[in-house]
């Protein structure tokens, strides 16, 4: 059973930074995709970052986030993170990891993905 476990939200100023953690657990993850979401109330879950979890390959980031957020993996402790700098209110949303074993539907999508863990508030105050 595939467990994601999100941990690092909270509340910060705008200007600020968090680093989101998600723990991967019950299955190797080696040719997976694994994929930071974001969703705000009243909106749709949206696209913030996606990585491969082994092997090549750029990270994939939505523009709204490119340059300000860095994802990136720990395989060694099965760990997803976030690094999020330079926050803005409107990057306040709860915050979701999810897992890709693979999908003929695109990364950036949430179809794509089979597994999800089970979010992280964060909140950015302007």
């Known amino acids: 059973q595939v467990q994601l476990v999100e941990s690092g939200g909270g509340l910060v100023q705008a200007g600020g930074s968090l680093r989101l953690s998600c723990a991967a657990s019950?299955?190797?993850?080696?040719?997976?995709?694994m994929g930071w979401f974001r969703q705000a109330p009243g909106k749709e879950r949206e696209f913030v970052a996606a990585?491969?979890?082994?092997?090549?390959?750029?990270?994939a980031y939505a523009d709204s986030v490119k340059g300000r957020f860095t994802i990136s993996r720990d395989n060694a402790k099965n760990t997803l993170y976030l690094q999020m700098d330079s926050l803005k209110a409107e990057d306040t949303a709860e915050y979701y990891c999810a897992a890709s074993a693979g999908s003929t539907y695109s990364t950036r999508s949430p179809l794509a993905y089979g597994y999800w863990g089970q979010g992280t508030q964060v909140t950015v105050s302007s």
């Open positions: 990585i491969n979890w082994i092997g090549g390959g750029r990270p």
């Open positions: 019950g299955r190797t993850f080696s040719n997976y995709v």
